[in-house]
């Protein structure tokens, strides 16, 4: 049964920094796309960042270009997002998610993604 787990969310100042982690279980670690994605409520689920566990090539969001950086761990089963500069702008329940195949046309598309953990909260004040 493939699972994710999320830490790291928590309030935090505009301009501070977080580290979100996202203990995956359960797959076999090859050839798969990692992404987090955040949502407000009325919202709809919005993609921040993706890597492609293969090729460790990633992709962002433009609002968060710069400023958020996304990683794996060499067992290639735990995914970060290091986020520096926040914005009030940036907060929202942040979800990870894991495919295979799908994302690789759209890596930031939520509709491609099949698994997703419960989400950590991000709360961005001035």
């Known amino acids: 049964q493939i699972k994710l787990v999320e830490s790291g969310g928590e309030w935090v100042q505009a301009g501070g920094s977080l580290r979100l982690s996202c203990q995956g279980s359960?797959?076999?670690?090859?050839?798969?796309?990692m992404a987090w994605f955040r949502q407000v409520p009325d919202n709809a689920r919005e993609g921040v960042a993706s890597?492609?566990?293969?090729?460790?090539?990633?992709y962002y969001a433009d609002s968060v270009k710069g400023r958020f950086t996304i990683s794996q761990d060499n067992a290639k089963t735990t995914v970060y997002l290091q986020m520096t500069n926040l914005k009030p702008e940036d907060t929202g329940m942040y979800y990870c998610?894991?495919?295979?195949?799908?994302?690789?046309?759209?890596?930031?598309?939520?509709?491609?993604?099949?698994?997703w953990g419960q989400g950590t909260p991000v709360n961005v004040s001035l």
């Open positions: 359960g797959f076999s670690p090859m050839n798969h796309h």
């Open positions: 998610a894991i495919d295979w195949v799908r994302p690789a046309a759209a890596p930031l598309d939520p509709s491609r993604y099949k698994y």
């Open positions: 890597i492609d566990s293969r090729s460790d090539n990633t």
